[in-house]
């Protein structure tokens, strides 16, 4: 099962419709930030590399129309 970011400004096919904002914080650097996914998934960090890092929280949120 394959996990994709979600582009905000692409087209949202009509089956795509669970649609999750992950929350994550980095356990090396403390750096936190948000991310759109059609998953709960690891993200990796933006500001130091740390990798696999799960979301602290996820919220479903309604897709882009």
Excluded: F
């Excluded at 933006?46 to 890092?53: A, L, N």
């Amino acid at each position: 099962n394959q996990c994709a970011r979600k582009n905000p400004g692409a087209h949202m096919n009509k089956e795509m419709e669970m649609t999750w904002l992950n929350y994550y914080e980095c356990p090396r650097c403390e750096y936190t930030w948000e991310d759109e996914w059609d998953c709960q998934v690891d993200d990796d960090c933006p500001d130091c590399g740390c990798r696999h890092i799960g979301p602290s929280a996820s919220t479903e949120i309604e897709p882009a129309q």
